[in-house]
Nanobody, 115 residues
Framework: QVQLVESGGGLVQAGGSLSLSCAAS????????MGWYRQAPGKQRELVAT???????TYADSAKGRFTISRDNAKSTVYLRMNKLKPEDTAVYYC?????????WGQGTQVTVSS
């Protein structure tokens, strides 16, 4: 099993920046991938960005050029730096980890972008 502890998020004005972090209870090298998804009210959960065990990153089109996913291997922590935030980025952001074929999720953290 993997426990994921998220931090960050909050309220920011459009054009501003926020950072999220997610600490895993296992070594990051034991995970196939970690990343972030988000879910806005009335919408399905969607991919934001992921980073594989070997460091390959994937971004949703909406995140490309604005968001950066990174990790600290020693801390088993993944970060999401979000710049140039838009009101449509408002959502609950969930940390995600894949251990083998099982997906694990954090409790979610609210990001609200005001116009």
């Amino acid at each position: 099993q993997v426990q994921l502890v998220e931090s960050g998020g909050g309220l920011v004005q459009a054009g501003g920046s926020l950072s999220l972090s997610c600490a895993a209870s296992l070594s990051i090298f034991s995970l196939k991938a970690m990343g972030w998804y988000r879910q806005a009210p009335g919408k399905q959960r969607e991919l934001v960005a992921t980073i594989s065990g070997v460091g390959t990153t994937t971004y949703a089109d909406s995140a490309k050029g604005r968001f950066t996913i990174s990790r600290d291997n020693a801390k088993s922590t993944v970060y999401l730096r979000m710049n140039k935030l838009k009101p449509e980025d408002t959502a609950v952001y969930y940390c995600y980890a894949k251990l083998g074929y099982v997906d694990y999720w954090g409790q979610g953290t609210q990001v609200t972008v005001s116009s």
